[in-house]
């Protein structure tokens, strides 16, 4: 078999200046299992909705700061670099806030459900 | 449905002072996915030997620094914080030195061949 060659980059690269919305780029995708990387700048949540995922989703944060909000808890949970957090599906949760004054980058991974 | 609650830690922490083999710390296992963390501190694969795998890997380096020997390619790639790299199935690949002086860590996302 012949294998195909390694591709890769840099997750701290290529952020643009200025982040008017809130980016996901996909980094990889199979059957079962989308990775992708996340940067935000100031964004939140807008306040009263919540995320309500149909796959189980694990975070990383890797940079920057931000602070999650899970529906039931009565503390927001603050993560700063090297945080990681699996959010099982349907866990509503909402981003309170991400860094103003730098970018805050993420991985996550996008897990189907129903596979625990 | 009633989702269960997050669960977390940080990818930084708990790295022992020691590191007499190198450490393969499962964080996450669904069908056809398996992330974990790996600590290095100046491991390196044995001289001829090769990693020759039947998943594809995706790797990320996190903290500290590497060089990766793929095997056709006349120049090792060196791995510094952010960067990444999908290493299909069967590309034959040895670690050739991590960093002696602090851990190196990494993120591994292995994943179920055949499904590209």
Redesign the interface.
């Known amino acids: ?1 012949h ?11 290529g952020v643009a200046e200025t982040l008017p919305e809130e980016l996901f780029q996909p ?2 995708e ?4 989308r ?1 992708e990387r996340i940067l935000s700048r100031g964004h939140a949540t807008p306040a009263g909705q919540w995320y309500d995922q149909s796959e189980d989703e ?1 975070v ?1 944060l ?1 940079k920057g700061s931000a602070a999650l909000e ?1 529906e039931g808890e009565g503390k927001q ?1 603050e993560l ?14 909402r981003v309170t806030w991400t860094a103003a004054g730098e970018e805050t980058i993420w ?1 996550a ?1 996008h ?2 459900a129903g ?2």
């Not at 199979?30 to 299992?33: D, E, F, L, Q, Y």
Request: hydrophobic share 50%.
């Open positions: 078999m294998a195909s060659s390694p591709s890769g980059g840099n997750l701290f690269s980094l990889l199979r059957p079962g299992v990775v694990w990383l890797l899970i949970r700063l670099p090297g945080d990681y957090l699996l959010l099982p599906a349907h866990c509503r949760h991985l991974i897990l189907a596979s625990q």
